[in-house]
């Protein structure tokens, strides 16, 4: 993909965060920065792009560290918003 | 094989991503409603789920033996952390997630980086090497920031600001530094000597830059820092060539630098202010009361405050970080509800800043199943104060300090406060008579109006649950 298709879907998904985001109320600022958290863990993707290609034990170390990190940031990051979001569960 | 071929066409894993980003776009909207909110949450995980099985489909994606091992690292780290934390704890986890993933980040450059050297022989195209650097930079940042963000909020390091003399100076060297280095390797320099030197002085600068912070800001930066990471992933999704990261990294970078803007307004202070530092911390202005001036305060006790609440027909609770570390809110509840019983109307003032993360006090709250409707925000409370007969202030000190509104020489002059001083009557739960995280003297505490009750926030309100019960 050329680079100025990607500038393009760069500023778009600005926009679009930017417009989802702002209605978010107060209560729920906490659940939200934990989810949004998690979605940046998104970057475990990188590592998977590379370690295939990647040579040398150096790299490929390197590159399990990302992954572990990129799990860990997904992962725990949905399950803590998962806590968080089960006590707001309206009492009957 | 047909099969094969068809789910490897790049084609068909774009349209996969695709089916990705609607799922964190609509998740982030269901996240808007408390009622939708953990659906929406689980949608995200489900985005999520499809965009690493479309990349694990890619051709060139390999050794999947080294995948899992990094992917059982990380569940077998990620899951008993989540699961285990205590809710009063969670704005550290979410600090340290966001750290582990600023360094992947950081990680994920430097090996590409390398890659290019060993493979090409040479440096990556500019519009590759561009966003490398940029990733390696704000990745390197936001892990070590992050992780004394997490340091300061566990208490391991003094959530007081740290500063060095200089600090500023050194900072600017250090950026210099960074910016030196990055720009000798775009002009041609391939030297991976240049680039680790960039990462460590990055890493170095997200010490100096969170250090100086007290810890009253903390939200803003764990914000902030979750907007960096971010920003770094959608670069490295441009080095990289993935529309994937550029969507989802873009959609966290917006988002996280709205949440942050928010908070900063709601505490009326500038961002370059708070990365100055210092907030807090160091010597109140002249203007500001005399230090070591024994002014008088009026402690109370908890039958005396039973006795207050129970003939009160509206109590407000304002709650801060003092109710969170003593675990008090489901004894707060409690006593709510023994008030309620008798016919008194108990609402909850939330400030935006209460705590230590955006929505702490809410969240807290919730676990010990308070009514939404109960917790109203700042602007909503605010005005019903002079009709209040007890504003309950458990644990909260910074955003209840009348100083903001009426001294100019208080620091925290200007920042939105609870103005539980206009109730008829304040009773200030409090552990001892030190200053706030923020380490600013409050004149509420010697108001006429004011009695504290001394002691943990959760004794203090078993107690007065007690006399309650026992009128």
Known sequence: ?92 | MYTASFLQDPDFIRVLYIGAFICFILGLRLLNHPRTARRGNIVAAVGMAIAVTATLLIESVGDYGLIVLGVAIGTAVGVPAARGVKMTAMPQMVALFNGVGGGAVALISFVEYRESLDIAGANPELEQLIPILFAAIVGSVSFWGSNIAFGKLQEILPGRPIQLPGQLFLNAALLAVILGCAVAIAAGTESELLFLAILVAAAVLGNMFVLPIGGADMPVVISLLNAFTGLSAAAAGLALDNVALIVAGMLVGASGSILTMLMAEAMNRSIPNIFAGGFGGVTVTAGASADGDERPVRSTDAADVAIQLAYASKVVVAPGYGMAVAQAQHTVRELADELEKRGVRVDYAIHPVAGRMPGHMNVLLAEADVPYDHLKEMDEINPEFPQTDVALVIGANDVTNPAARENEGSPIYGMPILDVDKAGQVIVLKRSMNTGFAGIDNPLFYKDNTALLFGDAKESVAAVLAEVKAL
């Open chain 1, 1 to 92: 993909m050329d680079l100025l298709t990607e500038l393009t879907i760069l500023v778009l998904a600005a926009f679009v965060g930017f417009e989802v985001i702002s209605k978010v109320p107060n209560t729920l600022h906490t659940p939200l920065m934990s989810a949004t958290n998690a979605i940046h863990g998104i970057v475990l993707l990188g590592g998977l792009l590379l370690i295939g290609e990647a040579g040398g034990f150096l790299n490929e170390l390197l590159l399990v560290i990302a992954i572990a990190f990129g799990t860990i940031n997904v992962v725990g990051g949905f399950l803590v918003t998962d806590r968080m979001l089960e006590m707001f569960k309206r009492r009957d």
